[in-house]
């Protein structure tokens, strides 16, 4: 069977994603406020909305002033796209105008695969033996780290979906991230920021395993960014893969993040300039590729030691939750 081309021919909406896992409990479902702030980083993050930002951006009561554009946005694309669809605008397409009618709900999910590589939410990972919540991000010159909330996912007119990750990230200061002399980047996990800018999307991602970093201790981790291995889209093969109850590419869970309480106790304020600097510090060379002979059915899996004897993994149910 033949892989089906994007129903909607949007670069944010991707057939990619698959999310999935038990309904989250009401605590996670998104506020009014939290669609609105999630409807409007996609907007000036989707490249095709490029052209009308700059537009608003250029108008003389905006004169460049970007709060006022950040307020007032939104509300201009929704106009303009219900204005011009008849006109034959270039910039003007169906699925603009689906996005610009902002998302008619917000479903919330614990787990997600994006190409064949499994994300889990930190309440649900810290019940695991294995680590799927670590997460990356690249900004303009500076890479973002943290550990993932939760899924989301905005459904627009038509069943259109896009595909958030809601992320709690750590601070990018100086004195919270720092790297050696051999290029490892350790993190300081107690530490957050960013906590009115949580969104992501899912595409954008790239998985992080967390390893204690035993020189520093405490709440910092040695970073390590996850490269699949023999992991291809099934439209490059021309073959079928299984479905979502599958479970993809897996690494073993990091001990003692902070969770969120502890966090705020310690959280120090963040800035958004990382400095590199050298230290002598000794580290233990750990391979978090290195595979052994349990999971032999499934060869891209790694576990550690039996850390949580009496941990059980929770079971997967697909339902949607919509709050």
Request: glycine letters at 4%.
């Amino acid at each position: 069977m033949e892989e089906h081309a994007p129903r909607f021919n949007l670069s944010i909406v991707s057939s990619d994603v698959e999310v999935g896992g038990a309904r989250l409990s009401a605590e996670y479902a998104l506020s009014d406020e939290e669609i609105a702030i999630a409807h409007w980083w996609v907007l000036i993050n989707c490249e095709e909305v490029k052209y009308w930002k700059e537009l608003h951006l250029n108008f003389p009561e905006v004169d460049g002033d970007l709060e006022y554009h950040n307020m007032t946005f939104a509300n201009y694309f929704r106009t303009w796209m219900d204005m011009i669809k008849s006109d034959d605008n270039p910039n003007w397409s169906h699925e603009l105008l689906l996005l610009a009618m902002q998302p008619q709900r917000a479903r919330v999910y614990p787990t997600c695969t994006v190409n064949s590589v499994k994300f889990v939410s930190e309440e649900r990972d810290s019940r695991r033996r294995t680590q799927n919540s670590g997460v990356m991000a690249k900004g303009h010159g500076l890479d973002y780290y943290g550990v993932l909330h939760s899924v989301v996912e905005l459904v627009y007119a038509e069943g259109m979906k896009v595909h958030l990750f809601k992320c709690r990230w750590f601070d990018t200061g100086a004195q919270s991230m720092k790297m050696d002399q051999y290029g490892n980047l350790s993190v300081n996990t107690a530490t957050s920021a960013y906590e009115d800018d949580p969104f992501v999307f899912a595409t954008s991602v790239k998985q992080v395993f967390y390893l204690d970093d035993l020189a520093k201790g405490d709440a910092w981790k040695i970073a390590n960014i996850v490269h699949p291995r023999n992991i291809y889209r099934a439209a490059t093969l021309g073959v079928t893969i299984p479905g979502p109850e599958a479970d993809a590419y897996q690494e073993p869970n990091a001990v003692g993040i902070h969770d969120v309480a502890t966090v705020r106790q310690n959280n120090v304020k963040h800035g958004r300039v990382l400095r590199i600097r050298d230290e002598d510090s000794t580290f233990i060379d750990v391979d978090p590729n290195e595979e052994t002979d349990d999971d032999s059915d499934d060869e891209l899996r790694h576990r550690l030691p039996d850390i949580n004897s009496d941990t059980e993994e929770d079971s997967s149910d697909d339902s949607d939750y919509e709050p």
